[in-house]
């Protein structure tokens, strides 16, 4: 009986430590996905207002009769298309 108990003692004792280190694991992955999670946030909350500020730069330089090509080139970096006629 005392073999017994120790084999089970012994048994209970490994599955004990993988949980901890699965628990470990879990919790790793658990930050990484926050931190992805706020990065992605930051990156939109930069992008748009940029996005916004480079087509308002367009209108007005269109409205001038002054689009050139650095216009032209902040639309394409950030993934805009506007067609130019004239």
Known sequence: VGVENWRTHTQLLKANNELKVFQSQMLQAAKLAAVGEMAASVVHEIKNPVQILSMQMEIVMLGRGQATGSACLI?????CRISQNG
């Open 75 to 79: 639309h394409r970096s950030s993934g």
